[in-house]
Each structure stands twice: as C-alpha cells, then as structure tokens.
DNA sequence: TCGTTTACTGACTACTGGTCATTTCTTAAC
DNA sequence: GTTAAGAAATGACCAGTAGTCAGTAAACGA
C-alpha cells in the first residue's frame, strides 16, 4: 500500500510550508527581527512542529540563503549562455550578479548575512559557489576563464582557479560596500552605486582583457 | 578647586576601564557570545553601571570596532611613508591590511561584523575610511593613486575616488571570502590564503600600472 | 474497537538586554 | 563633626524569545 509513500510526500510538503512561511517572515523582517513564534503563526503551526523539522532558526534560515543561491545560479546560467567569448561571458555573470542584486535585494541580503553570522553551518551551496562549484557541481566561473583564456579574450597569464575566487570576493565586497554605503556615497563621494558598479566591470575588464 | 576636574577624570578613566572589560570579553567570545553581565563582571561593576556611560551593548562594541579602525590606521600611516611613488605605496596599503588582519584577528573579525550587521550606528572612524578619509579627514587612498597617477606609476585613466572606494571594497570581499573558506580553499582549490592574497595584490598591480 | 505509532501542541525553562527605584558614597556648607 | 543635597552605583526586576518536553490528538493496522 502506499501509506507511507504518501505520508512521506506530506511530510515533504509540510517542510516546503514551513519555508514558505519562513521566507516571507525572514525576508521582510529580517533574521534578528524575526521571531520564532511569527513563523509558526505564519505556517499555521505551532513553535515546536517546527523544531521538528528543522534543527534551529538558523537553520531554517539556511533554507532561505540556500533559494537564493539557486535563484542567483540560474541568472549565471542564462548570463553565459548568450555570450560568445570568454571575456564576455566573465562580465555577463557580473551583470547578473547585479540583476539578482536589484531584484532579489531581500534574498542578497539574507546570503550577505548568513555570509557573515553563520560561520559555523554548511551551506554546500552558497559556500561551494565561492569556490568555483555551484551545487550541481560545475564549475561555472573557472570554466568561463579557461574560455576566455582558449579563445584570446582573457590574458593567458592569470590563474583560472584563484581569479575566479578573486572575482567573487571582489564582487561580493563591492556589492557590500554599496548596500551598505549606499546614501554616503552619493553625498561624500558624488559617486551613484550604478557609476561605481560598471567602472568596476570596466576595471575588471581590464584586469583581464588579452 | 579642582574636584570637579578630578572627577571629570575619574568618569573618563570609569569609562575606559569599561571599555578595557568590554575588549576582553568581545575580542575572545564575540558579539553574541558575550554578555552584559559578563563585561560587568569583568569591570568589577553592576550591569546596571555600564549602562550610565554606554547606551546599549552595540555602542560598547563600537567602541571597540573603533580602536580596531584607528590601530588599522596607523598601519596605513606607517606603509605609505616607506615607499617613493604611488603605484608602490597602493601595494603597501594592501600589505598592511594583511599585517593587521595577522597580527589582530579578533580587531578584524570585529570590525566586519560590525560591517555586516550594525548598519544603524555610526562608526565614523571605520564608515569614512571605506569613502577615503580617514579620522583625521585625511583621504590617504585618494591621495596616494593621485600621486601614482602624477609620478608615472599609476595608468592616468583611472578615477582615484571610484578606484580608491573598489580597493577598499574588494580587500575586504577577499578578506572575507579567506576568512569564511580559509580550510575549504586549501582542500578544494589547493590554494593557500597567503598565496591568494599575494595574487590579488599581482592582479590589482597589473589593473592600475601604466 | 483498540492498542500503537506518529504528528503536533503549547506551557514552560533558561537566558539576556535593558530599566529604575533604592542604596551608598561624596561633597560642601554650616 | 553633622547634615543635607547631589552624584554614582546597584541589583532585583521586566520583557522578549530560542528551544524543550510531557502530554494530547490523529492516523493507522489488526
């Protein structure tokens, strides 16, 4: 019989509902304003049918980041795809980069905290990205430079593996420090984050071009 | 009579003493790890008290984000006064970034949390340097690519205040990814932190030198 | 129908940032 | 030396919240 193929699904199901509830409560709210108690209110549980289904609020925050990362790994995907040469490709995921940033700033900053706080958790996902890998295992960013570098765009003289570390660092910090400095930068520097973002791509381009 | 002096002294030396408490317990435990009755104990004072000289546990932390910017500062002070033209005293900026982040971890781990998580405070010391100024008013970074940009070793295209603002940003975004994935690096890309660094200060060289 | 397993509940605990009425100490005038 | 006013310090207390667990309800299989 299939009792428990079905209750295994519902069981599924009602996971997928705690997150649901959790993403609308996290991502408005964010992590500190959020309580335990408002989550379950939202999922129309009480508190400890959640910690029967995830280990600690962090956790269940996990879930949250790991979306995001997902979400931000498809707009890499699409990026690349339209591109031709390497060089290009590097920038079309920067691009994307700040196209997931512009529409999902709720999830960027969900991943920039968990970034931050949540040392101690795995987030194959999110920390495996950073690395070169995204969770299907590819190699996205050293792939796109070894292009480059095969078809003449990119200067043959960079390392793949460390550049690709680099160029996410470098985007995440930048990004960091324009979410964060947003308003004194306009005021102090005169500079608009927009400005400050494509004279990074140009810069980036640069760095790398043959 | 100087008694009201005295007394102004004593109160600043009270609060100092706070501070030095406070030091202790957030540079070992952290933020969150640490609590209010733990500096207090430190402080060999109620909790209460620490309340009379600081608003709330972030602004004591403040305070000690801000010594961990104004330690940081002197580094800078001391790197550029040994080098003769700009495109070098870029690159010895960076290295004492890395000297600091070394010799004072617990100082660096801090100031980034602050970056990441206290958006509300003012940190002045720490928010006006990411802009070009340090405490002082001084615009180190502005200066120092200006004069690269004068004597020859800087490339004359690059704007000094978007650039100095993406330095800033991408050695903490770098920092930061080394910090997070300091054993993952070694494991899944074989490369070590000091290397990664050394390569991010190549490839920055490459960017701006004429 | 009934015993058993599974899912769920919500009152409870432990902890902690921040408050404030009360106590203790200091000072200066008499 | 005494005393009253003011300053400094205290710690019991409050409110909020992550996480627990004994107990209840529902679903199931026999």
Redesign the interface.
């Known amino acids: 019989m299939g009792t428990a193929e079905r209750k295994e699904r519902e069981k599924e199901q009602r996971r997928l509902s705690i997150i649901e509830a959790a993403e609308k409560v996290f991502l408005s709210n964010g992590f500190d304003n959020t309580t335990m108690d408002e989550i379950a209110d939202v999922a129309e549980l009480s508190k400890g049918t959640l910690y029967l289904y995830f280990k600690s609020k962090e956790e269940l925050f996990l879930e949250i980041v790991k979306k995001g990362s997902q979400i931000l790994n498809s707009y890499f995907k699409k990026a690349v795809e339209k591109e031709k040469n390497g060089l290009d490709k590097v920038k079309a995921i920067g691009e994307a980069f700040i196209k997931f940033y512009n529409k999902h700033k709720e999830y960027h900053e969900a991943m ?2 968990d ?3 949540l ?1 101690n958790f795995e987030s194959k996902d999110v ?2 990205k ?4 995204d969770s299907e295992g590819d190699t996205i960013f050293v792939d796109v430079i070894n292009e480059g570098i095969a078809d003449g765009s990119i200067r043959k003289d ?2 793949p ?3 690709s ?2 160029l ?11 979410q ?2 947003g308003k ?2 306009e005021v ?4 608009k984050p927009e ?2 973002m494509s ?2 791509f140009e ?2 381009g ?2 790398l071009k043959a």
Chains 1, 2 share one sequence.
């Open positions: 920039m905290f970034h931050s706080r040392h920390k495996a950073c690395v070169g890998k960079i390392d593996v460390k550049t570390l680099l996410w660092g470098q985007t995440m910090g930048v990004l960091q420090l324009i964060m400095r004194s930068l102090e520097c005169k500079t400005d400050l004279y990074f810069y980036t640069h760095a």
